[in-house]
């Protein structure tokens, strides 16, 4: 069966059981819209676009994976900002013809990716399209803490990262010579593994600025070096690059420390702490912030640091 065969209100009647409910939600699918509760009086709110082709790859991922992305990558950006996720809403455009069964493993993967941290997509819209297109909003609440920006790292700062990184680049480059292994790297391209819970975690520790690695560590600092006024400094030796990441990596001729640099999709946490902060596993201290402008990795600038949605 296709989504075409049900209709827009029997793949509604198939999808809405599959996405579950949470304790922020007080009135979920089937009306003009969603209810959550907001106890803290203050709303997070990120959205992102997926675009098939661009952002994903049928071939290399399927349904369930990437209904886990839409939501991780968005969950994401809501624990970066020190809070705790509430609710998700949901756009899907597709062809007439897709399977049903594909619509429904979708639903699964965003069900189960936000079940991670205790919430449920409470929302959404569908249309008809040529290709596949997906929305995603996710909403967070701060439980009364100030938001964790960009614009607060001061010279002294630690520089720290939590969650993986390069393991997603290094999927991408295996998946783009067609080969399938190893198969931890490819997983970590088709699923990311944000750590959600460091994310509010550290705005209780004492973070002064935090983003989710979406384009790249040295852009994303980047972005915090610029709103904050200072410059990061990396220490290339601080890194870990897995043995499987290695050997990837030498099979392709290339350096692993340009993964962990440079490539994004990981969704890990780079955060800037207060000089002295005692910082917990998983967090891992890489850098620290200083007097100047933009990033150094061990004190020269790195060549193409980052992703650029508007470039090749």
Same mark, same amino acid.
């Given at each position: 069966?296709?989504?075409?065969?049900?209709?827009?209100?029997?793949?509604?009647?198939?999808?809405?059981?599959?996405?579950?409910?949470?304790?922020?939600?007080?009135?979920?699918?089937?009306?003009?819209?969603?209810?959550?509760?907001?106890?803290?009086?203050?709303?997070?709110?990120?959205?992102?676009?997926?675009?098939?082709?661009?952002?994903?790859?049928?071939?290399?991922?399927?349904?369930?994976?990437?209904?886990?992305?839409?939501?991780?990558?968005?969950?994401?950006?809501?624990?970066?900002?020190?809070?705790?996720?509430?609710?998700?809403?949901?756009?899907?455009?597709?062809?007439?013809?897709?399977?049903?069964?594909?619509?429904?493993?979708?639903?699964?993967?965003?069900?189960?990716?936000?079940?991670?941290?205790?919430?449920?997509?409470?929302?959404?819209?569908?249309?008809?399209?040529?290709?596949?297109?997906?929305?995603?909003?996710? %909403?967070?609440?701060?439980?009364?803490?100030?938001?964790?920006?960009?614009?607060?790292?001061?010279?002294?700062?630690?520089?720290?990262?939590?969650?993986?990184?390069?393991?997603?680049?290094?999927?991408?480059?295996?998946?783009?010579?067609?080969?399938?292994?190893?198969?931890?790297?490819?997983?970590?391209?088709?699923?990311?593994?944000?750590?959600?819970?460091?994310?509010?975690?550290?705005?209780?520790?004492?973070?002064?600025?935090?983003?989710?690695?979406?384009?790249?560590?040295?852009?994303? %600092?980047?972005?915090?070096?610029?709103?904050?006024?200072?410059?990061?400094?990396?220490?290339?030796?601080?890194?870990?690059?897995?043995?499987?990441?290695?050997?990837?990596?030498?099979?392709?001729?290339?350096?692993?420390?340009?993964?962990?640099?440079?490539?994004?999709?990981?969704?890990?946490?780079?955060?800037?702490?207060?000089?002295?902060?005692?910082?917990?596993?998983?967090?891992?201290?890489?850098?620290?912030?200083?007097?100047?402008?933009?990033?150094?990795?061990?004190?020269?600038?790195?060549?193409?640091?980052?992703?650029?949605?508007?470039?090749?």
């Amino acid at each position: 069966m296709t989504v075409s065969d049900t209709g827009e209100f029997g793949l509604l009647a198939r999808i809405v059981p599959r996405l579950g409910t949470s304790a922020a939600t007080l009135l979920g699918p089937g009306d003009d819209a969603a209810v959550l509760s907001a106890a803290d009086g203050r709303v997070v709110a990120t959205t992102d676009l997926l675009l098939e082709g661009r952002h994903f790859r049928q071939d290399w991922s399927g349904p369930y994976d990437i209904g886990r992305k839409a939501a991780a990558q968005n969950l994401a950006d809501v624990v970066a900002m020190g809070a705790t996720p509430t609710g998700l809403l949901v756009g899907l455009g597709c062809p007439a013809d897709t399977p049903l069964e594909w619509a429904e493993q979708f639903a699964d993967g965003l069900r189960d990716e936000a079940a991670l941290v205790g919430v449920a997509v409470v929302g959404g819209d569908m249309a008809r399209f040529s290709s596949i297109v997906i929305s995603v909003t996710a %909403l967070g609440e701060l439980h009364g803490l100030p938001p964790v920006t960009r614009s607060g790292a001061r010279a002294g700062d630690l520089v720290a990262v939590a969650g993986r990184l390069g393991w997603s680049a290094g999927g991408y480059a295996v998946l783009s010579r067609g080969f399938r292994t190893p198969r931890t790297l490819v997983a970590a391209h088709q699923r990311p593994e944000p750590p959600y819970a460091c994310g509010p975690a550290a705005a209780r520790l004492g973070a002064t600025a935090m983003c989710d690695v979406s384009d790249g560590l040295v852009a994303d %600092l980047g972005h915090i070096a610029t709103a904050s006024g200072v410059r990061i400094d990396l220490d290339s030796r601080a890194f870990r690059i897995s043995g499987q990441m290695s050997d990837a990596a030498q099979a392709l001729g290339v350096d692993p420390l340009r993964w962990v640099l440079t490539g994004g999709e990981d969704h890990a946490l780079a955060a800037t702490f207060p000089a002295g902060t005692e910082l917990p596993e998983p967090w891992k201290v890489v850098g620290r912030v200083a007097e100047g402008e933009g990033v150094l990795v061990d004190g020269s600038v790195y060549p193409h640091s980052g992703y650029d949605h508007f470039q090749r």
